[in-house]
């Protein structure tokens, strides 16, 4: 069973569109979280819930809307996407400091 | 606010050298500390952390010691394998910060081993 799973892994769409990517975790975790990774490869978080209470919102434009329906889901939900969305969001889960544990990654292309 | 400086790569050694990648942090609290890798395609798994002073996390011949003195947390590893190819991230997270452990990485640094 996988721990984190994310939906889709690659997702391209055209400029203006509103696209979801989705996830789900089954270890029980209490807090779910939302990164951005550049074409640099650096990573940046976005959104962190917990137990379905909105606790981190980095500087995200407000087209990137997170939804937590349960604590073991978090879905992103992005409207009228631009160009620069363009990258891997990874959706990753915690229960403590001892560590995340990330999807495997969804890449969208904005075209 | 916390940050994370890693030694920018690439880095490209040969199968059987020894590897050592620095990695440095800024942080206000008491931070636990880890090494991330992200092999092609794939997704970040947690290759080893340390979640106080002179600890040694260790993991698949991979070490790092948490340096407080020298805010350090150097990932080595003595003899690297073609299969070690990947992107390594340092990474931070504040502990006592309530439910919220936000994790900050450092910008990464491919490996490349040739055989």
């Known amino acids: 069973d996988t721990a984190v799973s994310q939906t889709p892994k690659y997702l391209v769409t055209q400029m203006g569109n509103d696209k979801s990517i989705k996830c789900e975790q089954n270890?029980?975790?209490?807090?779910m979280y939302w990164y951005k990774q550049d074409s640099k490869k650096f990573l940046k978080i976005m959104f962190s819930y917990n137990n379905k209470e909105l606790i981190i919102n980095e500087t995200v434009p407000n087209r990137f809307s997170p939804k937590s329906p349960d604590k073991a889901h978090l879905n992103l939900h992005i409207n009228s996407l631009e160009l620069g969305d363009s990258a891997v969001y990874f959706c990753?889960?915690?229960?403590?400091?001892?560590?995340?544990?990330f999807g495997s990654g969804t890449r969208l292309t904005v075209v | 606010g916390d940050s994370v400086t890693q030694m920018e790569g690439p880095v490209t050694l040969s199968e059987e050298a020894f590897l050592t990648i620095n990695c440095t942090y800024t942080?206000?609290?008491?931070?636990?500390l880890f090494w991330y890798v992200q092999y092609p395609g794939e997704g970040l798994q947690l290759l080893l952390k340390?979640?106080?002073?002179?600890d040694k996390g260790s993991n698949k011949g991979f070490e790092a010691t948490y340096r407080k003195e020298t805010t350090s947390f150097h990932l080595e590893k003595g003899s690297v394998q073609v299969s070690d190819s990947a992107v390594y991230f340092c990474?931070?997270?504040?502990?006592?910060?309530?439910?919220?452990?936000?994790?900050?990485f450092g910008k990464g640094t491919l490996l490349t081993v040739n055989p």
């Open positions: 990474a931070l997270t504040e502990v006592g910060g309530g439910s919220n452990y936000k994790l900050t």
């Open positions: 340390a979640t106080k002073a002179d």
């Open positions: 270890l029980g975790h209490d807090t």
């Open positions: 942080a206000t609290g008491y931070p636990s």
């Open positions: 990753a889960s915690s229960q403590n400091y001892y560590g995340y544990t």
